[in-house]
């Protein structure tokens, strides 16, 4: 077995429209590099207080916009396909909600920490709020569309974690800057429908 549950969060950090087929194709243009670029500049230090301002409007305005349009609004960045991640908070036991990027395989959901982004605890070095929470609580549901569906998370280890690490890094290549940048490697994690668990039990 590679996988494994995730941790209760006073633990140690955890070490795609559907994409199917072949790896997305990069574009290895100048504007490509530049967006790789800009996307560190902006990550690689913790947030001002009016950034983080900033980031809470755009992070409700693409959930609202997401969740009114089905996903048909915010429902994709780049080559990768986009979710809603509805987690409970581990301090506030309120439910967060966060957009995320996945890379679909048999019916479960590949999802990358991204340290820096939506509520990281300190800059690129911190593990994104949502990961923690997830820590706490491996119960979560996600929005894919019009469709809610409740998932379990597990870590990704070993040669799984490498494999996904490799597709997610082939759609988005400033992820390797991410996780050099963090001095760790990042946290992959799969969600899994509650009823594909029960089915495999």
Do not use: C
Not at 29 to 47: G, H, I, T
Request: charged share 20%.
């Amino acid at each position: 077995m590679t996988d494994t549950t995730l941790p209760p969060a006073h633990a140690a950090p955890l070490p795609s429209a559907t994409t199917t087929g072949a790896q997305p194709q990069l574009d290895a243009s100048r504007l490509m590099r530049l967006f790789v670029r800009l996307n560190v500049a902006l990550y690689v230090k913790p947030p001002s207080p009016a950034r983080t301002l900033v980031n809470k409007f755009f992070l409700r305005l693409n959930v609202h916009l997401y969740r009114r349009s089905a996903g048909r609004i915010f429902g994709r960045f780049g080559n990768l396909d986009a979710l809603l991640l509805t987690t409970l908070g581990r301090r506030s036991g309120r439910s967060r909600v966060t957009p995320v990027v996945y890379w679909y395989d048999q019916g479960r959901f590949v999802v990358v920490a991204v340290p820096g982004h939506h509520g990281a605890t300190a800059g690129t070095a911190g593990q994104p709020a949502w990961l923690l929470n997830l820590r706490a609580t491996p119960d979560a549901t996600i929005d894919i569309g019009p469709e809610r569906i409740a998932v379990g998370a597990e870590e990704l280890t070993g040669a799984e974690r490498t494999r996904f690490w490799r597709k997610f890094t082939a759609a988005y290549p400033f992820f390797e800057e991410f996780e050099r940048q963090a001095g760790r490697p990042l946290s992959l994690v799969r969600l899994t429908p509650h009823d594909l668990r029960s089915t495999s039990a």
